[in-house]
């Protein structure tokens, strides 16, 4: 699988254009974005996404799914985001819970980490027990709550967080099929 593109095209340091210089490293030769000029190199390293399965205390253990008003179509996942300067991770998943749902989160347990490739993330997912009114904010559209056992997995990223904690529930995990993702040579 191949990593996101790099935002960097400039040296942050001397906005000389970065190229693809390989130059050996700890582990051999590794070809990265380098300046020719003054040698600095985007290391291009993972980001933290954090990631909340939310069971809802207060509607009888309904798990929590929603839309982001980015994505196309009816695709509803967890609530995720990023981690702030000088928070942990769980400090970082109950702000986010709480910016993006309004709900009050109880109690957090780790369910694993996981790679997201495709996004250059690594995400480190909640299960996350919440109460309170849902009011989404402006960057999620709609959700949805389920009985964890009819909810369904998606086989990518956050989709294997979610499988991995109903079956900490005894739950056989049901995944869907994800439409195929249109190429660069798709006509537009």
């Not at 179509?73 to 300067?85: D, S, V």
């Not at 702000?95 to 109690?107: F, H, I, K, N």
């Not at 993330?121 to 027990?129: E, G, P, R």
């Not at 309170?132 to 990518?156: F, H, M």
Request: charged content about 25%; aromatic content about 10%.
């Amino acid at each position: 699988m191949t990593a996101a593109p790099s935002a960097y095209k400039f040296c942050p340091q001397c906005a000389t254009e970065l190229r693809h210089i390989t130059q050996e490293e700890d582990g051999g030769p590794k070809s990265r974005l380098r300046c020719p000029d003054c040698h600095w190199t985007h290391w291009n390293n993972p980001t933290p996404v954090l990631a909340a399965v939310i069971e809802l205390a207060d509607r009888e253990g309904q798990v929590l799914l929603a839309r982001n008003a980015a994505w196309p179509g009816k695709f509803y996942g967890l609530i995720t985001g990023f981690m702030e300067a000088g928070e942990t991770p769980e400090e970082g998943i109950a702000r986010e819970v709480a910016e993006e749902t309004s709900l009050t989160v109880d109690a957090l347990k780790l369910i694993g980490v996981y790679d997201f490739q495709r996004m250059n993330q690594i995400i480190i997912a909640y299960h996350a027990v919440a109460r309170g009114e849902i009011k989404l904010s402006p960057e999620l559209v709609e959700y949805k709550t389920y009985p964890p056992a009819e909810v369904r997995c998606w086989p990518a990223g956050t989709g294997y967080a979610l499988a991995d904690w109903l079956k900490s529930r005894g739950i056989t995990p049901q995944f869907m099929d994800l439409p195929p993702r249109p190429s660069s040579t798709d006509k537009v």
